[in-house]
């Protein structure tokens, strides 16, 4: 979920300071796209046993802007890799870090990275999924912070205590993980660092001749940043060996005072013992007198308080006190009028849904107009037909291949489920995304962790600026909240649809060509438009299409709301142009979404989830679906109480017409699922700095219906 990255140097490495700055920097840029809340730096030393340690919560570039940085990188760096006459230059690693918070505030030094656990520094990419199962398991061990790094790097320095060499000690740790780690670390009385992947995250580039090893999680950023700062890529002018993946259950060890290629391993070898020592590996872990690692310099924003915005009157209000306030007894839901509603005899739509009318069976115009999806396919062999369909896509290389499908995965259900299907029924290695907006949950990302590390599946993690893209929400629904619309309402979503822009870019970036999608075709939502006073488009043949003149006539729904209510022409207005760009305009080639083309079935893909991967389910939420989403609670309980019906009804009306489920059976569970979400709705209003109880009020007064009075 992060981006770890950094340059490990030899005794005698001729990279040179200069050099070594110029391409830590780059890397520390291109990195930030993975995440912008948090960065660091160790440096270590082990001819002389010193090291440093810097971390704040900042982003990157202001990392590299501190003075901490400078003095830090102009002295001991610059005097160990500065090669003089009368000496050769003196070993040293650089372990780099560029964080999205995921376990532990960023506010809190020690839940930043890199973290250190007795005499083990370590940076992290990924979600360590069992970690308070894990601090229970070993009560001997010290937690001294949130952050799941900390156990990781507590089982491997107990490891090393007990005289496991450094693949050994990291075996043991990735046999007790669950979740998806890509990790680099180093012990302060050792000569060795530590590179290990159960995703394959990682990309190592080594020169031999000039002795030294690059690292970051991605390939383009490896790539990148070396021929822009030292006249090559790795592999290209400067190397005689190629950037080369670290893939799924791999590791390797580089001797900083040792020579040679750095040592391989797999994670699968034996968790305990003394097998495999490289060639320094005798002194690798040596007596505790060595000058122990001079640590914990952290590098602290400026303080400045946190604020919150009251969405009604503009006061500055502390999270604190939003929390504190919050009265979830405000949340209604009317169950006796909500089944008084007239809805649909075939299907469950109610009377207060956009463009909807009724025959004289009492049977709507959405059930009369749809056209059956999966009545027409065979289970196997559409599935089959598709599968094959794909083979020209196909990397060649067997097992040993690089990915050959890039695949949206944002954590929830359907994409969950399609990983699972890519990786082990269409026989693809597919490389999965995350477009991070702010509104990605923890508990999805939890869920990515889970399926990526299970699987042995990459994920480029895209962050964007989160604090902003907030900002943004808070903005748009502040301005919504004074001139309700329920057109206007997936307004709150724009800052997310940017991710079509960004699967381009990863395409040209990996050289992959296919992207798959795995959003479920029953999950139609023309509501949403239906709002703005778009009809519905019967015939449209991909979930996600709208036609020329529906576009025209949703951009001037929101035109004229936006001139109506001068509150929208905020800063967000960027980013929602992109928005609609990005959505309606960017290009798509070799782009398919996977469950047009085989059957979809709820049950199958809940046991599949539940039973091979543990998969979390939020505790406010009896169902799979819509958990991963920090905004849906909220906008459908603007539907729920607007209208009487949310996403939930358009689904299970959707599964009735396909003949998988009763209507009966989806009357009774719309109305289970359409229970406000108390818990994530705090969340929700808490992170995007609006307080609770004003917001819950505003939204209560569009119950025009009396529908939960």
């Known amino acids: 979920m992060c981006g770890?990255?950094?340059?490990?140097?030899?005794?005698?490495?001729?990279?040179?300071?200069?050099?070594?700055?110029?391409?830590?920097?780059?890397?520390?840029?291109?990195?930030?796209?993975?995440?912008?809340?948090?960065?660091?730096?160790?440096?270590?030393?082990?001819?002389?046993?010193?090291?440093w340690t810097l971390k704040g919560a900042q982003r990157a570039t202001d990392l590299l802007a501190a003075p901490g940085y400078s003095a830090l990188l102009g002295g001991p760096v610059r005097e160990a890799l500065s090669a003089l006459p009368a000496r050769s230059g003196e070993a040293v690693a650089l372990l780099a870090h560029s964080r999205l918070v995921t376990n532990g505030t960023a506010e809190l030094p020690q839940n930043n990275q890199p973290v250190r656990s007795g005499h083990v520094s370590m940076i992290h990419n990924g979600i360590c999924v069992n970690v308070d199962a894990l601090w229970q398991r070993h009560p001997e061990l010290r937690r001294a912070a949130e952050v799941d790094t900390e156990v990781m790097a507590a089982i491997i320095d107990a490891a090393q205590a007990r005289g496991e060499t450094a693949a050994a000690a990291t075996r043991t740790m990735f046999a007790q993980l669950r979740g998806a780690a890509s990790v680099a670390w180093v012990h302060d009385a050792g000569a060795a660092v530590t590179l290990a992947t159960n995703t394959g995250d990682l990309y190592v580039g080594e020169h031999l001749d000039e002795g030294f090893l690059v690292f970051a999680s991605e390939r383009y950023i490896l790539e990148t940043a070396a021929r822009e700062t030292i006249g090559g890529t790795i592999g290209g002018t400067l190397s005689t060996i190629p950037a080369q993946w670290l893939r799924p259950g791999h590791g390797l060890t580089f001797d900083l005072l040792g020579s040679g290629a750095a040592q391989r391993f797999e994670l699968g070898g034996p968790a305990g013992g003394r097998d495999g020592r490289g060639p320094s590996e005798a002194s690798a872990v040596r007596a505790a007198s060595v000058v122990s690692a001079a640590s914990g310099h952290a590098i602290a924003p400026a303080g400045r308080a946190t604020v919150h915005h009251d969405a009604v009157s503009g006061t500055l209000r502390p999270p604190a006190v939003l929390a504190r306030d919050a009265d979830e007894s405000l949340l209604r839901y009317g169950e006796a009028r909500l089944r008084a509603l007239k809805r649909c005899t075939r299907c469950i739509l109610p009377e207060t849904f956009p463009f909807i009318a009724f025959d004289a069976a009492g049977?709507?115009?959405?059930?009369?107009?749809?056209r059956t999806r999966y009545a027409h396919m065979h289970p196997v062999e559409s599935k089959q037909a598709f599968i094959r369909s794909l083979e020209k896509y196909r990397r060649a290389g067997g097992?040993?291949?690089?990915?050959?499908?890039?695949?949206?995965?944002?954590?929830?259900?359907?994409?969950?489920?399609?990983?699972?299907?890519?990786?082990?029924?269409?026989?693809?290695?597919?490389?999965?995304?995350?477009?991070?907006?702010?509104?990605?949950?923890?508990?999805?990302?939890?869920?990515?962790?889970?399926?990526?590390?299970?699987?042995?599946?990459?994920?480029?993690?895209?962050?964007?600026?989160?604090?902003?893209?907030?900002?943004?929400?808070?903005?748009?629904?502040?301005?919504?909240?004074?001139?309700?619309?329920?057109?206007?309402?997936?307004l709150f979503m724009a800052g997310d649809k940017h991710f079509f822009r960004v699967v381009n870019q990863l395409k040209r970036q990996t050289g992959i060509a296919l992207d798959l999608w795995c959003a479920n075709p029953l999950e139609n939502t023309d509501f949403k438009s239906g709002?703005?006073?778009?009809?519905?488009?019967?015939?449209?043949?991909?979930?996600?299409?709208?036609?020329?003149?529906?576009?025209?006539?949703?951009?001037?729904?929101?035109?004229?709301?936006?001139?109506?209510?001068?509150?929208?022409?905020?800063?967000?207005?960027?980013?929602?142009?992109?928005?609609?760009?990005?959505?309606?305009?960017?290009?798509?080639?070799?782009?398919?979404?996977?469950?047009?083309?085989?059957?979809?079935?709820?049950?199958?893909?809940?046991?599949?989830?539940?039973?091979?991967?543990?998969?979390?389910?939020?505790?406010?939420s009896p169902s799979t679906w819509r958990i991963g989403d920090g905004t849906a609670p909220f906008y459908n309980y603007i539907y729920l109480?607007?209208?009487?019906?949310?996403?939930?009804?358009?689904?299970?009306?959707?599964?009735?017409?396909?003949?998988?489920?009763?209507?009966?059976?989806?009357?009774?569970?719309?109305?289970?699922?359409?229970?406000?979400?108390?818990?994530?709705?705090?969340?929700?209003?808490?992170?995007?700095?609006?307080?609770?109880?004003?917001?819950?009020?505003?939204?209560?007064?569009l119950d025009t219906l009396g529908l939960h009075r």
């Open 4 to 51: 770890i990255f950094g340059i490990l140097a030899r005794k005698g490495s001729t990279l040179g300071a200069v050099r070594a700055g110029a391409l830590l920097a780059r890397l520390y840029e291109l990195s930030e796209s993975r995440g912008k809340e948090s960065a660091g730096l160790h440096v270590y030393l082990p001819e002389s046993g010193r090291a």
């Open 399 to 490: 097992a040993e291949r690089e990915p050959d499908v890039l695949v949206a995965f944002s954590g929830g259900r359907d994409s969950s489920y399609g990983l699972h299907l890519i990786k082990k029924e269409f026989g693809l290695k597919p490389v999965t995304f995350t477009y991070d907006w702010g509104m990605v949950t923890d508990l999805a990302r939890r869920n990515v962790a889970r399926i990526c590390g299970q699987l042995g599946i990459q994920n480029i993690l895209v962050s964007a600026d989160i604090a902003a893209k907030r900002e943004n929400i808070r903005l748009n629904v502040a301005a919504w909240l004074k001139k309700p619309d329920l057109g206007l309402v997936p």
């Open 363 to 370: 049977v709507c115009n959405y059930c009369a107009s749809y």
């Open 531 to 620: 709002f703005c006073g778009v009809p519905p488009d019967f015939g449209k043949k991909r979930v996600d299409y709208l036609s020329f003149t529906r576009k025209v006539k949703l951009a001037s729904h929101f035109g004229w709301h936006f001139l109506r209510n001068p509150a929208y022409l905020n800063r967000s207005l960027a980013d929602t142009l992109g928005a609609f760009t990005a959505y309606y305009v960017e290009p798509r080639r070799d782009f398919f979404f996977i469950f047009d083309h085989f059957i979809w079935n709820e049950d199958e893909v809940n046991r599949c989830l539940l039973g091979e991967y543990d998969w979390e389910i939020a505790p406010d």
């Open 641 to 701: 109480t607007a209208r009487g019906f949310s996403e939930f009804d358009t689904f299970r009306s959707n599964q009735i017409r396909e003949g998988h489920i009763t209507r009966e059976h989806a009357l009774e569970a719309v109305l289970v699922e359409n229970r406000p979400r108390a818990q994530t709705l705090r969340w929700y209003l808490e992170t995007i700095g609006l307080p609770f109880n004003d917001v819950v009020r505003r939204v209560n007064e």
